[in-house]
């Protein structure tokens, strides 16, 4: 199932709403569902934030694929942003030695299972796979 989503911070709210029912029809135990919800969010507020001037919406789908979740977020007319090509982020540094930025896609890798991103017909398309608990 698909939804859209005006491109707002204001939105999160209606975004959480509908991944808690999305979560809950495919059984997701409360481990998948805190990480899709975290990578969710970070991924949405990315979105938000680096296409700030644009009016189109995003689009949110939630699936299940045997033991897996499969949620994707359809950034709609931007210009090919790959967040999941980003270096890794040293964590191991003093904090003030560390560079800005980058932590909430460090965040997401570490999260789910699987983080791709593809770009088509000018949408950026992000897909991220979350296994099920038994």
């Given amino acids: 199932m698909k939804r859209r989503f005006v491109r707002s911070i204001d939105s999160l ?9 999305r979560l809950a029809a495919q059984n997701a135990g409360p481990a998948a569902a ?12 990315n979105m938000v934030k680096y296409s700030s001037g644009r009016r189109n ?6 699936e299940k694929n045997g033991d897996r979740l499969v949620v994707t977020l359809v950034d709609e007319d ?7 090509g980003r270096a890794e982020v040293d964590t191991s540094g003093p904090l003030e030695e560390r560079k800005v930025g ?12 699987e983080f791709h991103y ?4 000018g949408n950026g398309i992000i897909t991220i796979t979350k296994k099920l608990e038994q």
């Fill in 78 to 84: 931007v210009e090919p942003f790959d967040m999941t």
């Fill in 102 to 113: 980058g932590l909430g896609i460090h965040l997401v890798r570490q999260m789910v299972d």
């Fill in 118 to 121: 593809r770009y088509e017909n």
């Fill in 57 to 62: 919406e995003v689009t949110i789908g939630v």
């Fill in 34 to 45: 805190y990480a899709v919800n975290l990578a969710v969010e970070e991924l949405f507020t």
């Fill in 13 to 21: 709210t209606d975004v959480f709403t509908f991944l808690d029912e």
